[in-house]
């Protein structure tokens, strides 16, 4: 109560840091938002330490992380903090050994509540990572997955075991404040309480945000770390085997990697949601003997080998085992998607980690242990890169302002530095997996793919090749084109001369062919999809409709014009369904 009255002096008469940046706001008539969340924050802690610890959990769970006037990942961090300062106040009530954790560890409904609350704040707020929220989200997962030896509580001695949380909070220490008849019963409920976060942090509902990727990774580097960890306790490492084998989030988080994949927005949402993939399929790193997980792993014989016949001397093959989707599925659908990300500075990055995932110890030889080849995708993925490499060594790309503009940003490298990056990865590719990139053409204008015609299917009613979503990309990146020669104008030309001399288009022919749009060759994708409807004009099925459409409008034009509902409507309904039936 000294530290809240001295700080409330320095708070409303203006000395220290918080005072004068507050009395410079008053002087300027406005106070920003981290003002108004600092306010709020220091009457809600007035309240608690009026309530003599019988404030209700949920009301301050409600008053900090549902406000949308609060973003505690704005705060700074508490280390450096003084005492009685706005951070340091909630730091006593969210942190590890705050008020909250400690009602939330007794309160598993509570703790349902807490943790969506905290999915709900994390995807709403723009903070960075180095604020007063990420610190208490390190300490709670430090807290329900913690790294202690079982050993007598009359010796606090620190743990010769480091999280890899400790990379975030270099002063961390890790000491036994649990009695050992207590460690059984506070792992359970630690353990149900950290997969119950995951499973809110799934939630695949909103494409989650940055700060939530961030929450995600930093769970499952503490959660392999104390999983893979060794202790005497039968019981306690046959529970840590069976949160590794049998998490209960496994469903959640495959059905979250799966939607965000597909659905994701942007390359920095893509990048984080690749960090967090990585941090999960990749549980050695974060054993205390770290390394290659197969050393004597040899391949199988053919990529249709459904398993290897391996002694089972490796503690990582369960897991691969048991998460093979996350291997098999999850890989391939992230080297498709980087296909059809823009090359950038940072997509560089992401494309380099994901081909070296192919053939460096690690989720190469998880991918041997399961029987699955992944060199197809890889190698597409490596022409799109190759593509784009030998389009950047053209002088018109050097000079072309557009294709700085399509390559990178302006927050990236330089267009040299970024073509030296794709010509490595491409280098790095050949002498590990023997890849040979397509030889470019003499000419500059013309390259072998770009002769190629784009993906694309004959339309059986209309005798037309119709594009597929993969050829849209390749005409749109200027991969592949069309070639329009002097049969295809003529073959072109007869179906629309065809078309035009219905009854229907008749009166329309003579002006419409003369139209220099139409006898163009280039012109013809444009009118091409409106084709089938105009040939289907030629039922008498679709003259019968034309009729009913005409004597509906005629009524609505007599009548009165809410009327021409009625046309719309059956001609929406002919939209619908197939008129050649």
């Known amino acids: 109560i000294v530290q809240m009255y001295t700080y409330d002096q320095n708070y409303s008469i ?220 039968p019981q306690l490492a046959s529970l840590r085997r069976g949160l590794h084998l049998r998490p209960s989030f496994s469903a959640d988080l495959y059905n979250l990697f799966y939607s965000s994949i597909v659905q994701c927005p942007s390359m920095q949402s893509f990048r984080e949601l690749f960090s967090v993939w990585l941090t999960f399929v990749r549980p050695w790193r974060y054993s205390p003997s770290s390394g290659r997980i197969s050393p004597n792993l040899s391949p199988p014989s053919s990529p249709s080998t459904s398993r290897t016949v391996v002694d089972d001397y490796s503690p990582y093959f369960p897991f691969v085992k048991t998460h093979e989707k996350f291997y098999s599925v999850l890989f391939g659908k992230i080297l498709k998607k980087l296909r059809e990300l823009q090359i950038t500075a940072d997509t560089v990055k992401v494309v380099r980690t994901a081909i070296e995932c192919s053939f460096k110890p690690g989720i190469s030889d998880a991918l041997q242990y399961l029987g699955v080849d992944s060199e197809p995708p890889v190698r597409a993925l490596l022409d799109s890169v190759s593509a784009m490499t030998q389009r950047a060594n053209t002088p018109e790309a050097i000079d072309n302002e557009e294709f700085a503009a399509y390559l990178s940003n302006p927050y990236s490298n330089s267009l040299s530095q970024l073509r030296n990056e794709l010509k ?107 084709v089938p409807h105009f040939q289907s004009a030629l039922k008498p099925e679709a003259r019968q409709a034309a009729m009913i459409v005409a004597c509906l409008s005629v009524i609505a034009l007599v009548f009165h014009p809410l009327l021409f509902v009625l046309p719309l409507a059956y001609i929406y309904y002919l939209y619908s369904t197939p008129i050649n039936n």
């Open 424 to 530: 490595q990865i491409i280098q790095d590719s050949c002498s590990f997996i023997a890849y040979s990139p397509p030889v470019m053409a003499d000419e500059p204008s013309s390259s072998p793919r770009r002769r190629l015609a784009p993906d694309s299917y004959l339309d059986e009613t209309t005798g037309l090749r119709m594009l597929l979503p993969s050829g849209r990309r390749q005409v749109a990146s200027g991969e592949r084109s069309f070639d329009f020669s002097p049969s295809c104008e003529q073959a072109h030309s007869s179906l629309v001369t065809r078309i035009l001399s219905t009854p229907l288009l008749s009166p329309f022919s003579s002006s419409l062919l003369s139209s220099p749009s139409i006898r163009s060759p280039s012109a013809v994708p444009l009118y091409s999809r409106f």
């Open 14 to 233: 203006g000395n220290g840091s918080y005072g004068a940046a507050n009395r410079s706001m008053n002087q300027a008539g406005e106070y920003s938002q981290q003002n108004v969340a600092v306010d709020r924050l220091v009457v809600l802690y007035k309240e608690v330490i009026a309530a003599h610890g019988h404030f209700p959990a949920e009301e301050v769970i409600k008053r900090t992380f549902l406000d949308p006037e609060i973003d505690l990942f704005n705060i700074p961090d508490p280390v450096n903090a003084p005492q009685g300062s706005p951070t340091h106040i909630m730091y006593q009530i969210l942190g590890g050994s705050g008020l909250i954790l400690d009602a939330v560890w007794s309160d598993m409904r509570l703790a349902s509540r807490f943790f969506t609350a905290v999915r709900v704040h994390a995807d709403r707020s723009t903070g960075p990572r180095d604020g007063l929220l990420s610190r208490c989200i390190v300490e709670w997962i430090d807290k329900l997955l913690p790294l202690q030896p079982s050993v007598s509580s009359s010796s606090p001695m620190q743990s010769s075991l480091h999280s890899p949380l400790e990379l975030f909070l270099p002063e961390c220490s890790f000491l036994l404040s649990v009695p050992p008849e207590e460690n059984d019963a506070a792992s359970v409920r630690g353990v149900h309480l950290a997969q119950q976060l995951i499973i809110t942090l799934c939630d695949a509902e909103q494409f989650p945000s940055v700060n939530r990727f961030f929450l995600l990774r930093q769970t499952f580097r503490q959660l392999h770390a104390y999983c893979l960890s060794e202790g005497p306790d």
